[in-house]
């Protein structure tokens, strides 16, 4: 399905300069500081049962997963095949997985908030017509629904 998809036209058009290389940089810097954080937070859950390359292999490993399979098939539900792989017992790879997300997921609802207050809607998304009326429903969708 790449195969036939890909176009060497639309890869012509792509230019690099100086400018998109220097930030380039810190992209990666910020995604190899996630993935250690990741590692740190994993190793640490597991109270030091999985070593520096395990950490690193499940990350990685899920890393992929998440980003080649659907949202309700990849990255949680591998990384608790990975961890028990790894050895850590069935009953404890949940909490360790679930407990390594969990930071991500309060800042997402922390911070989500946030932005959308302080960039305002009409900055974040520009569609013809929309009002406040979105984003007091996504803050609403956010933070105040209880599931």
Do not use: Q
């Given at each position: 399905?790449?195969?036939?998809?890909f176009d060497i036209g639309s890869v012509r058009q792509i230019t690099f300069t100086r400018i998109s290389i220097w930030w380039l940089l810190p992209?990666?810097?910020?995604?190899?500081?996630?993935?250690?954080?990741?590692?740190?937070?994993?190793?640490?859950?597991?109270?030091?049962?999985?070593?520096?390359?395990?950490?690193?292999?499940?990350?990685?490993?899920?890393?992929?997963?998440?980003?080649?399979?659907?949202?309700?098939?990849?990255?949680?539900?591998?990384?608790?095949?990975?961890?028990?792989?790894?050895?850590?017992?069935?009953?404890?790879?949940?909490?360790?997985?679930?407990?390594?997300?969990?930071?991500?997921?309060?800042?997402?609802?922390?911070?989500?908030?946030?932005?959308?207050?302080?960039?305002?809607?009409?900055?974040?998304?520009?569609?013809?017509?929309?009002?406040?009326?979105?984003?007091k429903g996504l803050i609403w969708l956010a933070v105040e629904r209880k599931v």
């Open positions: 399905m790449l195969y036939k998809e992209v990666v810097v910020c995604i190899f500081t996630g993935n250690l954080g990741y590692v740190v937070r994993i190793r640490t859950l597991s109270w030091k049962g999985l070593n520096r390359i395990k950490s690193i292999r499940i990350i990685f490993l899920r890393e992929f997963t998440s980003s080649a399979t659907p949202s309700a098939a990849g990255g949680t539900s591998p990384a608790i095949f990975f961890v028990n792989k790894e050895g850590i017992k069935a009953g404890r790879t949940p909490a360790i997985v679930m407990a390594t997300y969990f930071p991500d997921e309060l800042y997402f609802i922390l911070m989500f908030p946030f932005i959308i207050l302080r960039a305002g809607h009409s900055n974040l998304w520009n569609i013809h017509g929309a009002n406040e009326g979105i984003s």
